[in-house]
């Protein structure tokens, strides 16, 4: 009976350890600007020396999951222009709100301090490239992630997933195309309404499968069509533009692809773009390049096979490290610009904006590794047909609920860990990766318990619950 008790005893001595060493502090709070008392969107939240973290939404609120080793570092809340807010892990007191002052350099102080250094936005972004090499990572490295992949109209959410991810990059000097790789590991959420209104996703699916450049989805019934059949176009829509791997290896991923073919940061760069240096800012006692960008004299284009995706001027936003060139982050947009495109994007889609990105960098062990991707561009799948031969029925009818006519995808994603054990990356590329947001998977909530993702807003959390609602009538 003795042994029993002491066997118990040295039981729960170990259960206890454990869960001290495996449990998570959970950190949440709400981030504003001391001047305006705004909400600060995009700050980032982190502990110091680790890839631990998260950015703050819309509403400038973030949660995050930090393990309990980490109970003595420093928690660091920074944003661009802001001077930075830093408490030790465990004595983080998330009973008010983290408020954000104001921190800028002086740019006239700033050049004249050396002479040989570039003044001009051209060559500090010239230079910033130049020095890809050296900030960005020279050896393989696995990243995981989350992503929140949502569609939506002006009124409602048609689409959402969320889903844990792992990027495995072999390195900067490599090709993307053949040595970057993503995993989608785990689903936490999926909603699909979007077969109720497809057909235009369709039609183009069937022009590109029988190359019939006549059919119209005004001649097609949706009753007639079957359900997998209409997934299959809906698939095809998606990848065409918003996959994950033309997001992560095709040219919008500007910073880490600037040495591909053809690349928006490559050879020809001011060619199609310009850039004015704006001012210097300061983050985490770190000066920075803010720099404008431009259109060039050459409309910029994306080359994306079976699509009219060019002729745009870029407009937008770098910061970059004053002391190293690191891009620390990049603000860019296409807006339609020649006489075709604009004329495309105001029929097809209701706006001149094609493209919207922000891409978040990170300093982790000398190096700059991607913290954080907005990625937003307008949608090809409406409610029926908008092509010109929908203008011989009236325009009256052409302009009949644009609010539901219009539609627009959104991809965020979330780095929150770097592994470059180079036994652990060899052991995860011998699994079988997959990209395939589509693939239902099981809900593991033991997976999700301590997972960091993503904060949804006020205003996103209603669409959602909506979603979820319409969803599940749906599926009845």
Do not use: C
Not at 76 to 90: A, E, L, T
Not at 135 to 140: Q, R
Not at 154 to 174: H, M, Q, R
Not at 212 to 228: E, F, V
């Amino acid at each position: 009976m003795r042994n029993f008790k002491y066997y118990l005893a040295f039981s729960f001595i170990l259960v206890f350890f454990s869960y001290a060493a495996t449990a998570q502090i959970e950190i949440k709070n709400k981030i504003v600007d001391f001047g305006t008392l705004m909400p600060i969107e995009n700050a980032s939240i982190y502990v110091k020396g680790t890839t631990i973290g998260v950015v703050s939404n819309s509403d400038g609120k973030f949660v995050l999951s930090v393990p309990r080793k980490f109970a003595n570092d420093t928690l660091v809340v920074s944003s661009i222009g802001y001077r930075s807010f830093k408490s030790v892990v465990s004595e983080f007191d998330g009973s008010m709100d983290i408020y954000l002052e104001e921190d800028v350099a002086s740019l006239d102080e700033v050049l004249i301090v050396a002479e040989t250094r570039p003044k001009t936005g051209n060559d500090i972004v010239l230079r910033a490239i130049e020095e890809l090499e050296d900030n960005l990572p020279e050896y393989a490295y696995l990243q995981k992630g989350f992503l929140r992949h949502k569609e939506r109209n002006k009124l409602e959410y048609k689409w959402l997933i969320e889903s844990a991810l792992t990027l495995y990059d072999s390195s900067y000097a490599a090709g993307a195309k053949n040595f970057l790789k993503i995993n989608i590991d785990e689903n936490r959420k999926s909603y699909d309404l979007r077969d109720v209104d497809s057909l235009y996703a369709y039609t183009a699916y069937l022009k590109k499968r029988t190359n019939n450049k006549k059919l119209r989805a005004k001649n097609l019934r949706r009753d007639t069509i079957k359900t997998a059949s209409l997934v299959k176009a809906i698939r095809w829509n998606d990848e065409r533009v918003n996959g994950l791997e033309n997001l992560f290896k095709g040219k919008l991923n500007m910073i880490r692809n600037a040495n591909g073919t053809k690349a928006l940061f490559g050879e020809d760069m001011l060619e199609k773009h310009q850039f004015r240096l704006d001012t210097v800012l300061v983050e985490n006692d770190r000066k920075l390049y803010k720099i404008e960008i431009s259109k060039g004299k050459e409309y910029v284009g994306l080359n994306t096979p079976g699509m009219f995706n060019e002729g745009f001027e870029a407009r937008g936003w770098l910061y970059i490290y004053w002391d190293t060139y690191a891009f620390k982050k990049v603000e860019y947009e296409l807006v339609a610009a020649s006489k075709e495109q604009k004329s495309r994007s105001k029929s097809l889609f209701g706006t001149l904006l094609n493209h919207k990105l922000v891409i978040n960098y990170r300093e982790y062990q000398g190096k700059m590794y991607p913290n954080y991707i907005y990625y937003e561009t307008p949608k090809l799948v409406n409610i029926g047909d908008r092509s010109s031969d929908q203008f011989v029925e009236g325009r009256e009818a052409y302009n009949e609920n644009k609010d539901e006519r219009y539609y627009n995808t959104i991809q965020e994603i979330i780095f929150t860990e770097v592994i470059q054990d180079s036994t652990v990356i060899a052991q995860e590329l011998q699994k079988e990766w997959s990209e395939d947001i589509f693939s239902p998977r099981p809900y593991n909530e033991e997976f999700w318990k301590n997972y960091n993702v993503l904060l949804e807003s006020e205003e996103e959390e209603k669409l959602i619950q909506d979603l979820s609602k319409r969803a599940s009538l749906f599926k009845q």
